[in-house]
Every structure is written in structure tokens, then in C-alpha cells.
């Protein structure tokens, strides 16, 4: 079993920063990927942002590009998710989630991945 921790959720003005972190605890050694996602009361999770274990190829949602950066600490097995320039829209419940089945073309969906965090909430007041 794998254990998924997020932390650092809060409250912040609009065009404030926020800083993400999710930490893996378990049976993580064969992990390809780990995303972030999140969910907006009466919408869908979708996703925002992944990163490769190996490699550390990065995957942005177009609404987060250039205002969200997502990175890993592989020592820790921890991955952060840097958030700039916040939206009232980006206010949202922030899952994160470890893929440990290798996808490539679901590395932004929720079926790419197999173990998901309880999440922390993201509110941006305007």
C-alpha cells in the first residue's frame, strides 16, 4: 500500500503565492509519476500538473502554465506543487496522486493513477 500526504493548503489573496507539498510513504519503489488534481465544489477533479520519476518530464494544464511549477525531492519522495499568480478560479480541493502503472497517455487523467492523497483545500479570494 502507498500513503499520500498533502500539506500546505490555505487561504490567499488573488495573485498570491501558495506552496503544495505531498509526501509517499509505503510500498513507493516502483513509482512512475506523481500528479497533483483538484476539485471545485460541483465540478469535475481535473488535472493541473505531473512530473516523472525519472527524467522528471513535467505536464501542466494549460490554466496553470507559466503561473504553476510542479518539482520532486526523490530522497524524500515528496513532490511540491509552487503556485503563483492565484485565481479566484483556482480555488479548489488539490489532490495529489502516484501512478504506478506506467501511462504515458493518461499521465493527465484520473485513470492514470493508482493511489490518490485526502486532499487539501486551496481557496484565492478575490
Known amino acids: 500500500q502507498v500513503q499520500l500526504v498533502e500539506t500546505g493548503g490555505g487561504l490567499v489573496q488573488a495573485g498570491g503565492s501558495l506552496r503544495l507539498s505531498c509526501a509517499a510513504s509505503g510500498r513507493t519503489f516502483r513509482s512512475y509519476a506523481m500528479g497533483w488534481f483538484r476539485q471545485a465544489p460541483g465540478k469535475e477533479r481535473e488535472f493541473v500538473a505531473a512530473?516523472?520519476?525519472?527524467?522528471?518530464?513535467?505536464y501542466y494544464a494549460d490554466s496553470v502554465k507559466g503561473r504553476f511549477s510542479i518539482s520532486r525531492d526523490n530522497a524524500q519522495i515528496t513532490v511540491y506543487l509552487q503556485m503563483n499568480s492565484l485565481k479566484p478560479e483556482d480555488t479548489a480541493v488539490y489532490y495529489c496522486a502516484l501512478q504506478q502503472i506506467y501511462s504515458d497517455t493518461n499521465i493527465g487523467t484520473k485513470e492514470g493513477y493508482q493511489y490518490w492523497g485526502q486532499g487539501t483545500q486551496v481557496t484565492v479570494s478575490s
Open positions: 512530473i516523472r520519476w525519472s527524467g522528471g518530464t513535467t
